[in-house]
């Protein structure tokens, strides 16, 4: 038993929840530990005994339990769904009322909802946060997206606030201490209460989604210039490094820019050549395309991310078909310089469709749930310590304070202004890609999301008369006011005759 209370408690000793842990004590909060392995535990504690909060090792559940400062705070950081459920379960009999109990895995939003609604009528109080940065981000500084009980967060916030990622309040480039572990003076903090219930993990997986996309991209810049320019990973390395410095500056160029760098210690090639092509995935960007297809929300490029590397996954399809498949012949003779300009251009403006599709999936979602969001803290939050942390949320977070009720952000002065002066690079990569046969499904779909998305009218017009025609599904017409539907005896198309529905 611990003799004195700790401030928190962490159940789940994976790396993730080691690191977590250790950010907490090193801001000076005593916590309590648990795993259901006990040596690991023991291991964990015996290893780090000079934290400045003092991390204190529970053998049992009701030891840990006990041990904690009332209302108890209670962190789960182990496989989410059934795993997550039966931690649940097996802590609820021990809480007295009002504990919170914080789930910070990758949690399905709904069964967030799910939980806090069960947790709240036993009396206790249950926070969904998505946790973003991986292993580094929960040791030295995450992006924290709670969800929940308004009232539980205010009593997480100040450890909360303590251990996330700070950024600068006026350029939102991210802050670091004087040494790893050191709390950072000063700096915007990369947490905020997102909304209730299942909100925090709801943007959790929609900032997943915006992070497939994010990676697809790259990879589609790296394939079009070593497919149309024949550069090998250093060179390229040294153009990622050098965006890095500008407006696409972010943790993936960043560390592509590494990638690309590194050599294999076996073979000494690059190590990116020797690492296969088959990409995996833990099913938050499939959560965000499924959802913006039952909300009805465009979210192709994030969509196309998920495919793409469903794709990659079937390598032995790929390289029989390679066999047998041709593509086109054509080699880009222009010049290089100019190409990987446009390549930097493409890569900017679908990013920002993609980010635009992922921000329009949040504000349907929150008339689908009632939740109030604040998108430019969301944006300031991703800022730092998340995974798609990058220079220009900055711009975004500027665009929803200027106008919160903003529709999409392709409406935003600078997002516009950037886009309207890019375009033509960006068509010049998608159509060189295309007449070439490098894929680039992300490029392109944004592409079409942005054509379509600026068209006052779309050919979805003849589909809603195929739509009568087979199904007598109805269609609008332009010359009557919205809201009133028609069919045709189409049959009889020479003798039309209205009829409203």
Avoid at 172 to 182: C, D, E, I, M, V
Avoid at 202 to 215: A, F, L, P, Q, T
Avoid at 226 to 241: D, S, V
Wanted: hydrophobic fraction near 40%; include cysteine; proline fraction near 5%.
């Amino acid at each position: 038993m611990a003799k004195t209370p700790s401030d928190i408690g962490l159940i789940g000793l994976a790396v993730m929840g080691q690191n977590l842990a250790l950010n907490i004590a090193d801001h000076g909060f005593r916590i309590s530990v648990y795993n259901r392995t006990t040596e690991k535990t023991e291991k964990f504690v015996a290893e780090n005994p000079a934290t400045p909060g003092g991390l204190h090792g529970a053998e049992t559940l009701g030891e840990f339990v006990q041990s904690l400062s009332r209302p108890r705070k209670i962190v789960i950081l182990v496989q989410a769904g059934k795993g997550t459920d039966a931690v649940i379960d097996s802590l609820v009999p021990l809480l007295d009322k009002n504990d919170i109990v914080i789930d910070g895995g990758n949690a399905l939003w709904t069964d967030t909802i799910r939980r806090e609604q069960a947790l709240r009528a036993k009396g206790l109080r249950f926070i969904g946060s998505g946790v973003s940065g991986g292993e580094e981000g929960a040791r030295f500084g995450p992006a924290l997206m709670p969800g929940g009980d308004p009232a539980a967060y205010k009593e997480l916030e100040p450890i909360w606030n303590a251990i996330a990622a700070k950024v600068d309040a006026k350029t939102g480039r991210p802050l670091t201490g004087a040494a790893p572990g050191q709390p950072i003076q000063g700096g915007v903090p990369c947490a905020a209460y997102i909304g209730e219930n299942g909100a925090g993990h709801y943007v959790k997986m929609v900032h997943n989604g915006i992070e497939y996309g994010d990676m697809q991209m790259i990879c589609e810049a790296y394939a079009v210039m070593k497919g149309l320019l024949g550069m090998k990973a250093p060179e390229m390395g040294e153009i990622f490094a050098a965006w890095n410095r500008g407006m696409l500056g972010s943790f993936l160029i960043e560390i592509t820019a590494d990638i690309l760098k590194q050599k294999d210690p076996v073979t000494r090639k690059p190590i990116v050549d020797v690492i296969l092509d088959t990409a995996g995935q833990k099913g938050t960007g499939k959560w965000t395309s499924v959802n913006a297809l039952d909300m009805g929300v465009p979210a192709p490029t994030i969509a196309e991310s998920v495919f793409a590397r469903c794709l990659s996954a079937i390598k032995e399809e790929r390289v029989a078909a390679a066999k047998m498949l041709k593509g086109p012949s054509r080699k880009y003779k222009g010049s290089r310089k100019a190409l990987v300009a446009a390549i930097h251009d493409a890569l900017y403006c679908s990013k920002i469709c993609s980010y635009a599709q992922g921000f329009q999936l949040m504000r349907e979602a929150q008339k689908e749930y009632k939740w109030k969001l604040n998108f430019g803290e969301i944006a300031q939050m991703w800022r730092g310590g998340c995974i798609i942390r990058a220079v220009f949320l900055q711009k975004i977070t500027e665009a929803y304070a200027g106008k919160p009720d903003l529709a999409n952000l392709l409406l935003d002065p600078y997002f516009n202004k950037t886009v309207r002066q890019a375009q033509e690079n960006w068509r010049k990569v998608v159509a060189l890609a295309v007449e070439c046969g490098v894929p680039v499904p992300t490029f392109s779909s944004a592409l079409s999301y942005y054509d379509g998305y600026r068209s006052a009218r779309l050919p979805a017009n003849l589909l809603q008369a195929q739509r009568d025609y087979f199904g007598a599904h109805t269609y609008e017409r332009t010359d009557r006011p919205r809201g009133e539907f028609f069919h045709i005896d189409w049959p009889e198309a020479g003798r039309p005759q209205l009829a409203i529905k």
